[in-house]
């Protein structure tokens, strides 16, 4: 604590207060002292003699001033410090009144300091409680601020949930859905197969066929209602964009919503499937029927053609037996076109992300509907749904080791090539076998696969040349004068060749024999597919044409 001082001790030469004197009077060795009062200045001016003592040599009194250091020296002091100095002063010889004014200037000194210092002190005393009143504000803003935090974290947190177990709620009446839809559907098979098991043992062939046609019709349209359905593309999982909710805070005052993942089931188009191996029996049973022509001696009949194409169109097959599918590279798409009319028309268009090459038909479920696009690197199965609004669906992708810009499929394997190189692989695209290729003066490279045999051909330095899956060569044609593009092979296996003329050639299966056959409304033909059944031709003019023809 602070007590002020009252009474001046001549021989502790320090200023003490009421309660240092009383102490002093109780020691015996302080009894001694002579205390004055220090507000008796007649006593301090005039009986009062103070003796500094000398700090460093004890008992020593201070009795002489070193100018040259500032120092107050005793004796001994100026025996061993300032013997050297030459502005050393008794302190007795020095001017009374100079140290009298310099004391009261001192004294004026230091009564400015202690006013400085006082308000000093008012001023700390100001920042304390400005630092208590702002301590208290601070802290109610602090309290709001996160009780308002709180409270966004807390409704955000509510709506975030309640976001979730909507989607949880959606995705799993998707799928209920769905598995009801399943359920009735496979009442309507059961039924169906009970009743054509029926009729097949005790109805008459007239009932059998109207039963099965009215049965499969009946199947038809629940698949037409099932594709009619949104609720194929089945929930896979669930994500969350970002998981940090500060952030979001922060910056949108809400969290993101969780995200529903959704990958397309395949159902319907496994049940389409399915369902096409029942009725493909007359693809099949068509086929056999044109396989029985002498093909050698078929003629073509045009039934439709469509003009301006664009140059960038090199391949074309049939979807339908209306409508077939031309891919071109610029822009990158799949084209469907009706030839229902003897001016076809061009009825949808599928906008492809990569370029579209080479395309050939499945030989799994022998359909029209499931088709082989190659986008040089990869190959797509799409199944086409070409009826009503056409309609592309992915039903696998493959990877390519090596570039595939023509494809072709036989009976167990594929036949493929690029500029460089041709390929014989398996249904999957794995190569099995290679060897050098070179597409000559063509844009593109020309090959083809039998329906009937696992043959292929493709054109080598004007001819052409049919070989087995294991590379064995079956048989070459003569070389040809004309420039030879497209092929195919017919139902007896001979092999249709565009040579850029308005005509094409036959080879007739070993080479034996060689036909031409003019065909109406082309004048430079480039590219030859079949119709799977053999009932019908596409060709592809060099200059932006396709003819359709019917085999008679």
Known sequence: KKVSATHWCKACMETICDECKAFHELVPSLQNHKIVNITDTQVCGNDVEVKELCLEHKGKVVDAFCHQHQKLCCCICLATHHISCQRVQAIAEMAVEKERNHVLNIISTLSDLDQSIENMQQKSREKIDHLNSKKQEMCMKIDKAITELKTLIDDAHSALIKQFEQTHSDSIENLEVAFDELKRFSTTVRETKILLQSMLEKGSPKQLFVTKQNQLARIDDHISRLKSLDVWNHPEDYTLPDSNFLKQLLNQKKLENVKMLKTPSGMVEKIIQTVQRATSSDIMRRKR??????WMKVTFKLVSQVTELSSWIHFGIFTHDTKILLPCRRP?????????????KCVYTEKCRYTPYGICHSRVNE????????????VVLYWIEVEDTPKFTKLQTIQLNEPMLAISCGLTTMFSANDSKAFICSQDFIIEHESPYSSGNANVPHLASSSKSDYHCFTSDGRVVVFDRNERNVFQSDKFQEEVRGMTFDLNDNIFVCNKKNKIKQIRFGGGEIRDIELDGISTSYTVALHPTGEKMLVLDFYGKCCVYHIM
Request: contains cysteine.
């Open 367 to 378: 359909t029209l509907n499931e088709v082989y696009v190659s986008f040089q690197n990869c």
């Open 289 to 294: 029927d044109a396989s029985k022509k002498d």
């Open 332 to 344: 990158p798409s799949l084209n469907i076109f009706d030839i229902s009319e003897p001016i076809g």
